[in-house]
């Protein structure tokens, strides 16, 4: 804006000069005219005396032309230059407007695609919003496409990072669709990881009271230590177990197979377990395809 006011006081300052030579140019014309009128030429008759003056001689003809091409060209100037401070006013306007409401508050009408930078300080952000509201949040991102609403990245750090009570939340009402949704198109790592630090406390903890608190689905390919991919894999390296289970109804169930006796197909591994469709139950003791199986003996109470 400075700029352009800086353009402007020039071009201001160009058009006084021209009016100021323009009124000069007027003052020696009106002088010569007044000059070449008085004194006639040899091949010129004689004036009446009394009789005014209709016309100029050629030298006043050529004056008046050559000032009317300077006063054009002067003009056209002027008016290529007030072309470009309109132009640069015009894209010195912002993009942005905003109306004024209730408790000065700002929302906005229109704003376009703009790229928005901070400095490398700690102190400084790109877009900062707060509020003190118990039922309206700072920031609200919506698309009423399939897009995202809020869209976080970062290229050496967090995408989106929240803190508070809860630190993200997600909310969901379709059928089979995850609240929060981690991904990872990597050959390996994990969708979501979740961490803690307490003793008394874990990295995720699923809640719910009508279904499953947790569930898990694996896909074939390499997964853990796995060449199928597991539903859950559970694994301790600090003395604990792999899994733990506690319930006032049973500790575990394994879903009866539909067919009975021992597996006698696929390739399998020393420690699976096998339920068969009567309840009877096998443990594979040496790795193989179908492998080794033993019947568990139990003993009717």
């Known amino acids: 804006m400075a700029n352009t006011a800086a353009i402007l006081h020039d ?18 014309i009106a002088m010569l005219t007044h000059e070449t009128a008085r004194v006639p030429t040899a091949s010129s008759p004689p004036l009446p005396v009394g009789e005014p003056v209709a016309t100029l001689n050629p030298l006043d003809a050529s004056l008046e032309r050559m000032s009317r091409r300077w006063m054009l060209r002067r ?15 015009q894209r010195a306007t912002p993009d942005a407007s905003a109306n004024h409401g209730d408790n000065n508050l700002i929302t906005p009408r229109s704003i376009s695609t703009h790229f928005i930078q901070s400095s490398n300080n700690d102190d400084n952000f790109a877009v900062l919003a ?34 508070g009570v809860i630190g993200v939340r997600g909310d969901v009402t379709s059928a089979w669709n995850g609240a929060v949704e981690g991904r990872n198109f990597g050959d390996q790592g994990y969708g979501v990881v979740a961490d803690a630090s307490g ?16 569930r898990g689905e694996g ?28 319930s006032a109804r049973a500790q575990l169930r394994l879903l009866p197979t ?44």
């Not at 071009?11 to 020696?28: H, I």
């Not at 003793?199 to 947790?214: E, K």
Request: proline content about 3%.
């Open 130 to 163: 707060e509020a003190d509201s118990d039922t309206r949040s700072a920031v609200v991102g919506g698309n009423s496409g399939s897009a995202s609403g809020v869209s976080g990245s970062s290229f050496g750090g967090i995408g989106v990072l929240g803190t």
């Open 219 to 246: 896909k074939t390919g390499l997964h853990g230590k796995s060449p199928n991919g597991n539903g859950v894999f559970g694994e301790a390296t600090g003395g604990g177990y792999g899994g733990v289970f506690t």
């Open 11 to 28: 071009v201001l300052a160009r058009l006084e000069a021209v009016e100021q030579e323009n009124r000069a140019l007027r003052e020696q």
């Open 258 to 301: 539909g067919r009975t006796g021992r597996p006698t197909t696929g390739m399998h591994a020393v420690g699976e377990l096998y339920l068969d469709r009567v309840g009877t139950l096998f443990i594979c003791t040496v790795a193989g395809s179908p492998g080794t199986w033993r019947k568990v003996s139990t003993t009717a109470v």
């Open 75 to 89: 003009a056209a100037q002027a008016t290529a230059a007030t072309v470009v401070v309109g132009t640069l006013m």
């Open 199 to 214: 003793t008394l406390s874990a990295g995720a903890l699923g809640r719910n009271p009508l279904g499953d608190g947790v």
